[in-house]
Nanobody
Framework: QVQVVESGGGLVQPGGSLRLSCAAS????????MGWYRQVPGKERDLVAS???????DYADSVAGRFTISRDNAKNTMYLQMNSLKLEDTAVYYC???????????WGKGTQVTVFS
């Protein structure tokens, strides 16, 4: 059974950095697009960054220039390097794996990121 599991969340002060990881089981990881979403209570889950199977990345305007998404297909792992963190980056961050051609979608359970002053 395919699973995705996030790790790396925590507490950080404004201006600090964190790196999130998303480990995916199954050999299909390299064929799927991957993405990071975030959600705060009472609001919708928003896309933060995504990366295709070919390694093409895209970012929300709010994080462009501060966050970097990457993937290591040999390790079945995706990363989100978050620099210059702001209070408004506080959220639960979710990993998503999907494949448009097969209709496959898998979400992780999320990891909490809290930026506090």
């Amino acid at each position: 059974q395919v699973q995705v599991v996030e790790s790396g969340g925590g507490l950080v002060q404004p201006g600090g950095s964190l790196r999130l990881s998303c480990a995916a089981s199954g050999s299909i990881f390299r064929l799927n697009s991957m993405g990071w979403y975030r959600q705060v209570p009472g609001k919708e889950r928003d896309l933060v960054a995504s990366i295709t199977s070919a390694g093409n990345a895209d970012y929300a305007d709010s994080v462009a220039g501060r966050f970097t998404i990457s993937r290591d297909n040999a390790k079945n792992t995706m990363y989100l390097q978050m620099n210059s963190l702001k209070l408004e980056d506080t959220a639960v961050y979710y990993c998503k794996s999907w494949n448009i051609r097969t209709g496959f979608i898998m979400w992780g359970k999320g990891t909490q990121v809290t930026v506090f002053s």
